[in-house]
């Protein structure tokens, strides 16, 4: 196996919680993955990621962590891991955890001793400050520095019990672990090397690059409702690459050959991007950025939502695909349990719901870079539409809701931006058929099963050749058969136009065209584009050559 396989490679995220629910609990669990290893199989995809499914008390859905070395019993059991991975492995594909070590939950036994007192041995092992001097615990302003959460609020929570504040840059029941403090390190290196002992394939690292943060803490700019911006004084912070350097020498050496590593990065430059991602300097094979999915966010923030400004993505993805270059590697991204749906998002969800979904998928398959699937995106799931702040379940968009209510918003204008941006959008119950609850469950779904699955289902799309998932399908073969899909460099093509995203790749004389009209009119090609054989579109008996129909998408080989 060469050292670069995951170039080669398709990963599908895997969303246990509304995946499939084999119990009729209504919450997705290890035997539903079990169940439908053979339609993951027979997508083609190489690599399953799983978001967290260890003991947790579900504050924020399993990121926030109580047990690293558990699997909380609402997904099911140990053995049910063994048995799921083993049968991953019997079918040829891979399994990559999800790691969430910039925080633990404020019910981790790490932090329940923290907590107990000042003079508890793992104290330091979190982020622990008294208020502001003159100011008393719990008094407004007595916070040590003014950033603002994640999920809206300070990050500093009061500990009455201990007369000082801890740090949360997510959720309160999210405490930040100090990773200054070398225990801590050796604590996380030794658990994820006890996975990969159990014979894991990797991890996707949640904010990986939030670990290392200015030192001393201090305020950020101001920013909005009062709060102040402490982003550039956590994010990708001094010690990042040393910390990530240690921790490959202390966990991966020697077998990262095959594995798969890719850190989520928000705020992440290429420059620091490239640093991370250079083989030669050992931190992680891959990063995910952000710029390309904050493309839409406004003034406002990420509910305040914008038209897409298609030249404006094309010029972000166009930068990280030239800025990483030949050296580092870009990890290829719509979807993900965080984003809206990308049909409803960048695409029509109406009309030409299913040719919008095949033309983004194609843009974003055949770029450099490893590409990820999220679950439902190769059935071209829609968002949700949930339509009262009662239908919601996500502590980000619940926080959002009241704090953007206080600061005089209208529920009809929260609601809409929650309807577009919510993180919901992207958690409902995979739509497997046209039954009560999709499939999904016989139970009650813990998130509203979208209306849709009536028509939009996995059964009504596996047998039908011209259906999203089989374009999936023939994307993940086409990456597989063809080495200049992985290897092969990038050149964009059409930058300015404002409806096309058109590029080239070239490899030993290969050369792929990918020619797509990302809007709802008939669109011109200039002579840039060039020609050659049809090889992968969207339409039936379409022309090689012409004005593209809307939403058309065309991948031309000439060798
Ligand atoms: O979705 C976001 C808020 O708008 C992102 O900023 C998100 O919080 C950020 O990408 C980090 O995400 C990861 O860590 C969070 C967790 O809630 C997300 O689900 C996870 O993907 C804290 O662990
Ligand atoms: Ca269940």
């Not at 439908?36 to 008390?57: A, K, M, Q």
């Amino acid at each position: 196996m060469s050292s670069d396989w995951w170039k080669s490679a398709v990963v599908y995220q895997i969303y246990p919680r509304s995946f499939q629910d084999s119990n009729g609990d209504g919450i997705g669990d290890l035997n539903g993955i079990r169940q439908r290893l053979d339609y993951l199989h027979d997508l083609g995809v190489d690599v399953l990621w799983l978001s967290p499914i260890y003991e947790s008390p579900h504050a924020d859905n399993g990121y926030d962590i109580s047990d690293y070395q558990a699997i909380d019993p609402s997904f099911g059991s140990m053995a049910d891991f063994d048995a799921l991975l083993a049968e991953v492995h019997e079918r040829d594909m891979r399994l990559v955890m999800d790691l969430v070590v910039n925080h633990t939950s404020d019910e981790h036994p790490w932090f329940l001793e923290s907590q107990a007192s000042k003079r508890s041995a793992k104290r330091d092992w979190y982020w622990w400050s008294p208020p502001r001097p003159e100011y008393s615990l719990g008094q407004e302003g007595g916070e040590p520095t003014n950033w603002r959460s994640f999920f809206s609020g300070p990050v500093w929570e009061p500990h009455e019990d201990s007369g000082e504040y801890y740090l949360h840059l997510f959720h309160k029941k999210q405490p930040d672990l100090n990773w200054e403090n070398p225990e801590v390190r050796q604590a996380v290196y030794t658990m994820m090397s006890w996975w990969l002992d159990k014979g894991v394939d990797g991890f996707r690292m949640d904010v990986i690059n939030l670990i290392s943060k200015v030192l001393p803490l201090q305020d950020g700019a101001p920013g909005a409702g009062g709060l102040g911006n402490g982003f550039p004084l956590y994010a990708c912070g001094p010690r990042m690459h040393e910390f990530l350097q240690e921790m490959h020498r202390e966990v991966f050496d020697g077998r990262d050959a095959e594995l798969l590593t890719v850190g989520e990065m928000p705020g992440v430059t290429p420059e620091d991007a490239l640093l991370v991602t250079d083989p030669d300097r050992r931190e992680l094979d891959m990063v995910f950025q952000f710029d390309h999915v904050d493309v839409d966010h406004g003034p406002g923030g990420k509910f305040d939502v914008q038209p897409l400004d298609l030249v404006r993505l094309k010029s972000i993805l166009g930068r990280w695909q030239s800025e990483l270059g030949e050296r580092g590697w870009n990890s290829l991204y719509w979807d993900n349990h965080d984003q809206p749906r990308v049909v409803s998002r960048f695409g029509d969800d109406g009309e030409h719901r299913a040719r919008s979904a095949k033309a983004l998928a194609a843009v974003l398959h055949l770029m450099r870079g490893t590409p990820y699937i999220y679950q439902g995106e190769e059935l071209g799931m829609t968002n949700a539409g949930l339509a009262t702040i009662d239908d919601y379940r996500d502590v980000e968009s619940l926080n959002a809701y009241d704090e953007l209510r206080a600061q005089g918003w209208t529920d009809a204008k929260v609601i809409e931006g929650l309807q577009a941006m919510s993180r919901d959008n992207a958690r409902t119950p995979v739509q497997w058929d046209a039954s009560p609850h999709a499939g999904f469950t016989t139970g009650t779904p813990w998130l509203k099963v979208t209306g849709n699955h009536t028509w939009l289902n996995a059964a009504a799309q596996v047998d039908d050749s011209d259906s999203v998932w089989a374009f999936y399908r023939e994307l993940i073969a086409f990456r597989h058969a063809e080495p200049v899909v992985a290897h092969g460099d990038f050149q964009m093509l059409m930058p300015e136009d404002p409806q096309v995203f058109a590029y080239r790749r070239a490899l030993d004389g290969v050369v792929l065209t990918v020619v797509a009209n990302l809007s709802g009119q008939t669109a011109e090609v200039d002579g840039s584009v060039g020609g050659g054989e049809l090889v992968l579109g969207n339409i039936d008996g379409a022309s090689s050559e012409g004005p593209l129909a809307p939403w058309e998408v065309r991948v031309l080989r000439s060798a």
